[in-house]
């Protein structure tokens, strides 16, 4: 006997499918078709699932890659979270589950300095509306333990700090990634450790021993060492964040050494003068004054996307700025050819001495609508063009544009090694004693020795 079929049997696709709410479900169960009985109910249930988590009354039956959770492993090892304050329960299906409740924000104290009346109508927070806490997005409820929601707001937090400019968008962004390593490790492995309360030491541990794994030369995804510590020190971070905002009581583990790798001994590499020559010579006038300022000055590209009039003193050629990275104060020199150009490509309107021909910045960082970060370097692209064109024949070559700050620092490394520091903006530790108006003069004349070095 025919019986009525509660979803839809897609031939193009071989899914069943559902609408819901004005969308579109395909699911995932395989079936061998409209007759496979089996099939249809493996995929009934699953619809019965993902309905569940759709109304809020259940989990995801997913994991984050889009593969299915097995029902067992859900019901024995990842319950349904349920806030602490919640409504009272109903019935469902014959299980018995909480509808979630916002918490309700936080009351504002009584103050002894005003009367009564005043608090009592309402005007003690318009005094005061710094004092009213409240729990609005992006910050946690009270009793939540998922992991995932916990990663993602610690993220936030992270993407408002680079907001305020505590940290830059590009940390943020491999704060991001490092940590969905982390996520996508559990998902693969753990599928059933949904909760901070299940993350043992033990898979610390295999994450940690895992990770190594993939530092061997051999390996088909092989990562640096460098990588590697990121990857353990950003799981460190986020764990030490959740306990600073008692959302953890304490670290499942000691993870003083937990990020400690010892990492191999750097292999600086540098353009040699004559192929800076060749690089210049093929590149057009506003491509040779970018690499003309990352030798002059020792600048990256963001460094000369972010160079102001007011940092340049036209009369004497001195540029003096803080360096971003590290907050010292650095000055440099321009060459007389450098300054040649830059006047005659600088930027007529208020803003950066330097801009794109349609007058954007020529460095920008920006977050797309999925969340990733998006990079836009217009002097990174246009030293490429000239690495990569046949006449200079350097395409594939690994070094880029910021080898150029090393390369001049690597010069005056050669003569005056005590002055390396000083060039670079170093942290404030090895050269303090070099911060007098004297060793910048020194500077000064080093760098004028890389203009007829160089070529320029």
Do not use: C
Request: net charge positive; proline share 6%.
């Amino acid at each position: 006997m025919p019986y009525q079929h509660e979803l839809t049997w897609i031939a193009q696709t071989r899914r069943w499918r559902k609408r819901y709410l004005g969308k579109t479900y395909f699911l995932k169960s395989p079936s061998q078709g409209k007759k496979d009985r089996a099939g249809y109910l493996a995929a009934l249930r699953e619809w019965e699932r993902l309905k569940a988590f759709l109304d809020g009354l259940g989990p995801n039956p997913y994991t984050e890659t889009g593969a299915i959770i097995p029902e067992s492993q859900v019901l024995q090892s990842a319950p349904v979270y349920i806030p602490p304050m919640a409504t009272p329960t109903v019935s469902t299906n014959g299980a018995t589950v909480a509808k979630r409740a916002r918490p309700e924000a936080p009351q504002a104290g009584e103050s002894s300095n005003h009367p009564k009346w005043m608090l009592g109508t309402g005007f003690g927070p318009m005094l005061h509306p710094e004092q009213v806490a409240t729990n609005g997005n992006g910050s946690p409820y009270h009793g939540e333990t998922r992991i995932r929601v916990l990663a993602d707001f610690w993220l936030d937090h992270r993407h408002k700090q680079a907001q305020r400019g505590e940290l830059s968008l590009k940390q943020w962004s491999e704060d991001k990634a490092k940590l969905q390593v982390f996520r996508d490790f559990l998902l693969a492995n753990y599928p059933t450790v949904a909760h901070l309360n299940q993350l043992h030491p033990a898979i610390l541990n295999h994450y940690r021993d895992h990770q190594w794994e993939f530092t061997d030369p051999g390996s088909k995804h092989g990562i640096s060492k460098a990588t590697l510590k990121k990857r353990l020190d950003t799981v460190a971070k986020w764990l030490h964040w959740l306990v600073d905002q008692n959302i953890l009581d304490e670290l499942p583990k000691d993870l003083r050494t937990y990020g400690r790798v010892k990492l191999d001994k750097p292999k600086p590499i540098f353009w040699t003068p004559e192929e800076i020559k060749l690089l210049a010579k093929h590149a057009t006038e506003r491509t040779r004054l970018y690499v003309m300022l990352g030798l002059n000055l020792g600048y990256t590209q963001r460094d000369i996307a972010t160079l102001t009039p007011d940092m340049v003193d036209w009369d004497t050629g001195i540029v003096t700025r803080d360096r971003k990275k590290t907050g010292i104060a650095s000055k440099a020199k321009l060459w007389r050819s450098t300054m040649d150009l830059l006047l005659k490509h600088h930027n007529p309107n208020p803003g950066p001495v330097l801009v794109d021909q349609k007058g954007s910045p020529l460095y920008a960082e920006q977050v797309n609508g999925k969340g990733n970060l998006i990079t836009l370097d217009s002097i990174r692209l246009a030293f490429d063009r000239v690495k990569n064109s046949k006449r200079v024949g350097l395409k594939g070559d690994p070094r880029s544009f910021k080898h150029l700050r090393k390369s001049a620092a690597n010069e005056i490394e050669r003569t005056r090694p005590d002055l390396t520091g000083l060039f670079l903006a170093h942290s404030e530790g090895g050269v303090k004693r070099h911060y007098v108006s004297q060793h910048f003069d020194e500077l000064f004349t080093e760098t004028d020795k890389l203009a007829k070095l160089f070529g320029f």
